[in-house]
């Protein structure tokens, strides 16, 4: 069935950039999602590119999709310490009619 | 964007008893609605699908007759945990389906329901 991986951990340090990679095995998924969960909170999109894209950017967020290895990632620019939250990757397939998650990267940002 | 809220933010029982845990799309309609259980350090696990005016699909291994949903309307399905027990502690999340009107097809989540049976 349909998957969706990434690395459970990052850690950085403040004003760094952060990259959360994630790679998904359902070829046909049209939109591809980054959602942010700080603790005891629920999902915020962060941001989501379409499957025709190659790059998106919104301020210090960056994705980027490389279809044919169907890996997606998110690069955070000047990362703060209120960025330490839980980033989950989304992929979903229009008539799928289900979201599949990614395990979710704990993103840790040291002062 | 659209908005989806769910209602309460935070509820706790004692065990034996039924919660009902209300989501609601705020500025759309839709059609179907989707119920996610988010265990800790885990990923949201989809419990159902909610389709208005019919019945809900459950996932493998979810129980119907304890995880009861309702989709009466286009902006408001309703998870009903019955006879709740302390495993049944975790965090909901719903979403609801978006058609746009350009053709769009998206999802939007709810901020979630802490539920904590004693």
């Known amino acids: 069935g349909e998957d969706v991986e990434q690395s459970l951990f990052l850690s950085v340090r403040e004003g760094d950039s952060s990259v959360i990679n994630c790679t998904y095995t359902?070829?046909?998924?049209?939109?591809l999602y980054w959602y942010k969960q700080e603790p005891g909170a629920g999902l915020q999109l962060l941001t989501y590119?379409?499957?025709?894209?190659d790059m998106k950017q919104d301020q210090r967020l960056t994705v980027l999709l490389n279809k044919k290895d169907k890996h997606l990632s998110l690069r955070i620019a000047d990362t703060q310490t209120g960025d330490s939250a839980i980033y989950f990757c989304?992929?979903?397939?229009?008539?799928?009619?289900?979201?599949?998650f990614g395990a979710g990267t704990r993103l840790f940002v040291k002062a | 964007g659209a908005v989806v809220s769910q209602h309460p933010s935070r509820v706790i029982c004692k065990s034996g008893t039924s919660v009902k845990i209300e989501c609601r799309s705020l500025?759309?309609?839709?059609?179907?609605m989707f119920w996610y259980r988010q265990f800790p350090k885990k990923s949201l696990m989809l419990m159902a699908t909610?389709?208005?005016?019919?019945?809900?699909?459950?996932e493998q291994g979810v129980e119907k007759d304890k995880f009861l949903i309702n989709h009466a309307s286009l902006t408001l399905s309703t998870l009903t945990v019955t006879s709740a027990h302390p495993e049944d502690s975790s965090f909901y999340i719903c979403?609801?389906?978006?058609?746009?009107?350009?053709?769009?097809?998206?999802?939007?989540f709810g901020p979630g329901t802490r539920l904590t049976v004693l």
């Open positions: 979403s609801a389906r978006d058609f746009g009107g350009t053709g769009t097809d998206t999802q939007y």
């Open positions: 359902d070829s046909s998924s049209t939109y």
């Open positions: 590119i379409f499957s025709n894209m």
């Open positions: 989304a992929s979903y397939r229009p008539g799928g009619f289900k979201t599949i």
């Open positions: 500025d759309f309609q839709a059609t179907t």
């Open positions: 909610s389709n208005e005016g019919s019945k809900a699909t459950y």
